[in-house]
């Protein structure tokens, strides 16, 4: 699996960006999803987290409520829906593939894909 997330920009805090990471593949909807973020000079942290229908989302506690994450496994595609945004989400952004859902939470996977970066000015 190959994974392309996109999405990320500049924008002032308050403000709103969605990313979408695309995976390559016929299994995708076999696999459960997740966002990751690694800001500059810290240690790669947990956003969130879909299970392979939809059915089961998990976020950080610093992301809930404000932060969103979808599929349409039609589009092989997962999103995460970012609103309310602070200076401190700004980070690289990065998707990936877990078979285990449990595992994604526990910063592992399967496929990592190359991540987009997001900057919020305040």
């Known amino acids: 699996v190959q994974l392309q997330a996109s999405g990320g920009g500049l924008v002032q805090a308050g403000g709103s960006l969605r990313l979408s990471c695309v995976a390559s593949?016929?299994?995708?909807?076999?696999?459960?999803m997740g966002w990751f973020r690694q800001a500059p000079g810290k240690e790669r942290e947990f956003v969130a987290a879909?299970?392979?229908?939809?059915?089961?989302?998990d976020y950080a506690d610093s992301v809930k409520g404000r932060f969103t994450i979808s599929r349409v496994n039609a589009k092989n595609t997962v999103y995460l829906q970012m609103n309310n945004l602070k200076p401190e989400d700004t980070a690289i952004y990065h998707c990936?593939?877990?078979?285990?859902?449990?595992?994604?939470?526990?910063?592992?996977?399967?496929?990592w894909g190359q991540g987009t970066l997001v900057t919020v000015s305040s």
């Open positions: 990936a593939a877990s078979t285990y859902y449990s595992a994604l939470t526990k910063m592992e996977a399967d496929y």
């Open positions: 593949g016929r299994t995708f909807s076999t696999y459960n």
């Open positions: 879909i299970n392979w229908s939809g059915g089961r989302t």
